[in-house]
């Protein structure tokens, strides 16, 4: 399943979103276009092996790492997600503060990943835990709203479904969670992959953050 747009209307112009998204897309431009591609991302990325939460570099490398990525796809994948769910999320939330939540979302995201790979010597990287967060939040704020998702069914066919946002995202967290725990079956410490972890950490705090707004704004 792949998401095309949300249905769902906003009041305000997503001013931050988009900066987050133009401020990625320099960093990836400047990434790409060093000298050395793997040594930009060792030297900024976050490894959780030289880090300790107790030193200053365990925060400043973890920032660094969220607009890091490790590809073209890596990159457009994570800014075509935050494009659809982050201007609705930003709308609700408000300016200001959604550019809080997106940066907290990231550092929760990175820090469960972090926990699960103590030893590890290899850089993470990605915005893909904050934009988490943000999906997490938009399950909770939208959970009624509709995607326009493209759907590859049986024998190849293309479908094009409105689906809930509650079932798309669900979906989603599902597939992430069972991924986590099949990665724990075969880890390594010293071989790339995808941050499932992350994924799943940034999503719950997104969650978790919304329901209290959520409760706030109607008690």
């Not at 009041?11 to 133009?22: A, D, G, M, V």
């Not at 926990?115 to 904050?130: E, Q, R, T, V, W």
Request: glycine share 10%.
């Amino acid at each position: 399943m792949f998401p095309l747009k949300d249905l769902t209307y906003r009041k305000s112009f997503p001013l931050i979103n988009y900066l987050i998204i133009i401020s990625n897309f320099a960093v990836f431009l400047y990434q790409v276009s060093y000298p050395d591609f793997d040594k930009f991302v060792y030297n900024y990325g976050f490894v959780p092996s030289k880090y300790s939460p107790f030193e200053v570099d365990f925060y400043k490398y973890a920032f660094f790492s969220m607009w890091l990525h490790g590809g073209w796809f890596h990159f457009l994948s994570n800014m075509w997600f935050l494009h659809i769910f982050g201007d609705n999320v930003e709308d609700k939330l408000g300016h200001l503060t959604y550019l809080l939540f997106y940066i907290f979302s990231g550092f929760s995201a990175l820090f469960l990943q972090y926990l699960m790979s103590l030893s590890s010597s290899l850089p993470m990287i990605g915005a893909s835990g904050a934009v988490s967060g943000v999906a997490g939040a938009y399950f909770v704020l939208f959970n009624r709203s509709k995607i326009l998702t493209l759907v590859i069914g049986f024998l190849g066919f293309i479908h094009l479904l409105e689906l809930p946002a509650w079932f798309f995202l669900g979906y989603w967290f599902v597939i992430q969670l069972f991924s986590g725990i099949g990665s724990l079956l075969s880890y390594d410490p010293n071989i790339g992959g995808i941050a499932w972890f992350a994924h799943l950490g940034g999503f719950v705090y997104g969650y978790w953050t919304a329901k209290k707004f959520k409760n706030r704004a109607f008690s």
